[in-house]
């Protein structure tokens, strides 16, 4: 008889206690899983910046020397049209070919952020949809 009570599943813990235990139990979970998913947030946003910021470092490392280069075949260029028209002509015509270049780049660039979705921490976020649902799901039973 004693090997019977051995193979019976284990009393739930919950079995013994007070609807207000539960409650109270409830909104503890509650607040702990709150804080938890801010916590997950806040560190996978903090992540995300420090790599943001890192790159956005080395873009602006990579434009001032793209800055420098483009300066000097700018300056190339000019002095090859000078060979053709007089040297403040030549100056004037690729600084206008260079301002036309730099308009197309900035309205494409335009376009372009006004289609990005703003950032969003999305593991914080499937990871609390799983929680509400999980949730839901309990309250059904």
Known sequence: MTELKDLRPAANPYDSRSTAELVRHLSEDVSRLVRDEIRLATLEITTKGR?????????GGAGVVALYGGGALAAALILLVAQVLTPWIAALVVGVALLVVAAVLALAGKSQVKK??????????????????????????
Do not use: C, W
Request: proline residues 9%.
């Open 51 to 59: 790599k943001a910021g890192f790159g956005a470092g080395l873009f």
């Open 116 to 141: 990005a979705a703003p950032p969003l921490p999305k593991e914080t976020l499937r990871s609390i949809k799983a929680d509400v649902d999980a949730v839901k799901e309990s309250a059904h039973r």
